[in-house]
Every structure is written in structure tokens, then in C-alpha cells.
């Protein structure tokens, strides 16, 4: 498992998983998100990233790239 800090600014917030389509962008696949204390198992699609979300997922090495990309604005 992979996890990722949302920074402010990035251009994922406000974005729901299924508008961001990062397992189609990137391979990575989003399998929770910790929001403060709280953990959202297998998150639907329509979830909202926001500001501060931990997402945790799965990928290759190259789809793990492909993501880190994504949340660099690239």
C-alpha cells in the first residue's frame, strides 16, 4: 500500500474519484482515504477529496509514478 498526502492546492480537491478517474489517468487505485480520524474503506465513487486527505491505494511502480505526477499537477 501506497499513501499520499493531499496538499493544498492540489488540483484533485473538490474532485470526486470518479470525476479525478485516476485508476484510468494512472493505474493507481484509490483503497481508502484517511480524513482526520476517520478511515473510508473502499470509498465510492462519488466520494470528494479534500484538503488533508491521506489516499491510500495500490499500484506498480510505474502507476505510483504516473500518481505522484498527478498530484504535482503534471
Do not use: H, K
Amino acid at each position: 500500500l501506497e499513501w499520499y498526502d493531499l496538499q493544498p492546492g492540489s488540483d484533485l480537491i473538490g474532485e470526486t474519484l470518479e470525476s479525478a478517474d485516476i485508476g484510468s489517468r494512472t493505474g493507481f487505485s484509490i483503497v481508502a482515504i484517511q480524513r482526520g480520524d476517520a478511515t473510508i474503506d473502499s470509498p465510492p465513487a462519488d466520494t470528494t477529496l479534500s484538503e488533508g486527505d491521506t489516499l491510500i491505494g495500490v499500484g506498480t511502480r510505474e502507476n505510483c509514478a504516473a500518481f505522484e505526477g498527478m498530484l504535482a499537477g503534471e
